[in-house]
């Protein structure tokens, strides 16, 4: 009877190594592979395969919803976003992938932090530059890139910033429907 032991450093490398079988497996003629899991690191590892999430109705009812790329192209399907969707974990660097994604597309930062402000109002308070005001979600996304000692900012801060931020990518998206987590 074999007893099987798995050192804690082994155990992301043995994911790594089932999840590579998987995906090999289902190659075979014939084959298809569902995997249950709550582990993101082991959602991570299937970005680039189909995602579902189940999910209760409010009747206790059981259904299934695949996770899709929803704010931000394939190309910058992350972690983050999956993480977001599947788990409403309330995650800094899905809001600073957000951010950096409609950098690409508007130039820099004032000119999202521009499109920020017809949602959020410049706040005098957090004068993060000399002589400067922004957002809350801006000031969220340069703390992220310039910690300080002080993290002022609630976490509901980040989810109302993550909300604006998918509202200004649907339209460099093409305006798909989308639901946002409160």
């Known amino acids: 009877k074999p007893v099987w032991r ?17 995906i ?5 003629p014939k084959i298809k592979i569902v995997v ?4 993101p690191y082991f959602i991570q590892l299937a970005k680039d395969r189909k995602i579902y999430n189940v999910l209760r109705d ?4 059981t259904y299934i919803k695949e ?6 192209p394939p190309e910058w399907r992350s972690f983050s976003e999956i993480n977001y969707q599947v788990f409403g974990v309330n995650e ?3 809001l600073n992938e957000l951010y950096g994604y409609l950098e690409t597309k508007l130039g820099n930062w004032r000119d999202v932090d521009k499109e920020l402000a017809k949602k959020e109002t410049k706040d005098k308070e957090r004068n993060y530059l000399k002589n400067e005001k922004m957002t809350m979600t801006s000031y969220i996304r340069h703390e992220i890139h310039h910690r300080t000692n002080e993290k002022d900012y609630e976490p509901k801060d980040v989810i109302v ?6 509202t200004i990518s649907k339209k ?3 305006g798909q429907e989308t639901e946002t987590i409160s």
Not at 6 to 22: A, E, F, G, I, T
Not at 36 to 39: A, F, I, R
Not at 161 to 166: H, S
């Open 58 to 61: 409010s009747e206790g009812s």
């Open 161 to 166: 910033g993550i909300n604006n931020l998918q």
């Open 67 to 72: 996770v899709v790329d929803k704010f931000l």
């Open 6 to 22: 798995v050192n804690k450093r082994d155990w992301p490398k043995l994911k790594r190594k089932l999840h590579d079988s998987l």
């Open 24 to 28: 090999e497996l289902s190659g075979q």
């Open 92 to 94: 800094e660097d899905y």
């Open 36 to 39: 249950t899991t709550h582990d």
């Open 172 to 174: 460099y998206r093409g």
